[in-house]
């Protein structure tokens, strides 16, 4: 995904390619409105989204050493550049918004039972359980078990020694790589609305174990009375992604008989979640 667009000429300006931010949004709505749209035939949205997504994979995913870790990279300068290990945690909106797509917003044994899985819809389901490991893991490889803003991978053509997370027991210490500069949390909440999202359509209880693991990493190193630090975020900013993150973490752990099918859910602007009856 190109990140700038000309207002007057409508052509993209640059050659940057990636899913981090500026981009995400974009790539993330196209499946999301098409799912809460598709009585409406705007099939074009889908479509979008598949051609979209055969273009990650064959362009930006790749895997980490020694260990191989799935992550998805970026082109800088574009699709004749050099690839960059470059991942930001922004980019963990991509396994929910995969296991949707793959789906169709519901829960994995539906989708089985109405024959609605293609091959590629079960190869892009295990690549949204794959990322999603992967973005736990940018959690779990640090020493506070908070993820950093952005992670490089050790892999073919990259390597940096002396740059983990800290988390010296982590089996992925020295596929991960975190630079001076990223070593910061936001409190996003992409990575804990794909394992919610992921939770819902695989009932696999091991993403309430990782949203476990982060919440209460977030309520040891993070919580506090008040700060006159310079570093803390503007009061509206830091007030939306708390709220967006603690929605998310609560249905994670929602106790729910529900079986109808997850279309959407989103934690940018505002959060919506649309079952079909």
């Not at 506090?224 to 939306?240: A, D, G, I, M, R």
Request: glycine share 6%; with cysteine; net charge negative.
């Amino acid at each position: 995904m190109h990140q700038v667009l000309n207002p007057s000429s409508s052509e993209f300006s640059g050659d940057n390619i990636r899913l981090g931010s500026r981009g995400d949004s974009y790539d993330e709505y196209l499946i999301k409105v098409w799912l809460q749209q598709r009585d409406s035939n705007w099939t074009y949205w889908h479509d979008m989204y598949v051609e979209a997504m055969k273009g990650v994979k064959h362009l930006l995913v790749k895997k980490s050493n020694p260990n191989g870790l799935v992550f998805v990279g970026e082109l800088p300068s574009g699709i004749d550049g050099d690839f960059s290990p470059k991942m930001d945690h922004l980019v963990c909106f991509l396994p929910g918004t995969l296991a949707l797509g793959a789906t169709k917003g519901k829960t994995k044994a539906k989708a089985k039972e109405e024959n609605l899985l293609t091959f590629e819809d079960l190869e892009n389901l295990k690549l949204a359980e794959d990322l999603a490991k992967t973005c736990f893991e940018m959690y779990a490889v640090t020493s506070t078990g908070l993820a950093p803003e952005i992670a490089y991978f050790n892999s073919e053509g990259y390597s940096e020694e002396h740059l983990d997370g800290g988390n010296k027991t982590s089996e992925y210490i020295h596929d991960i790589v975190i630079k001076r500069a990223d070593r910061h949390n936001l409190l996003r909440p992409e990575t804990v609305e794909s394992l919610f999202i992921l939770y819902r359509i695989t009932e696999d209880s091991k993403y309430r174990e990782w949203g476990w693991s982060i919440f209460k990493a977030f309520e040891k190193y993070t919580k506090v009375l008040w700060t006159t630090s310079p570093y803390f975020l503007p009061e509206e900013e830091t007030k939306w992604r708390r709220f967006s993150w603690k929605l998310t973490l609560y249905l994670l752990f929602q106790n729910t008989k529900r079986n109808n099918s997850l279309s959407s859910f989103n934690t940018e602007k505002s959060s919506t979640l649309y079952e079909d009856p």
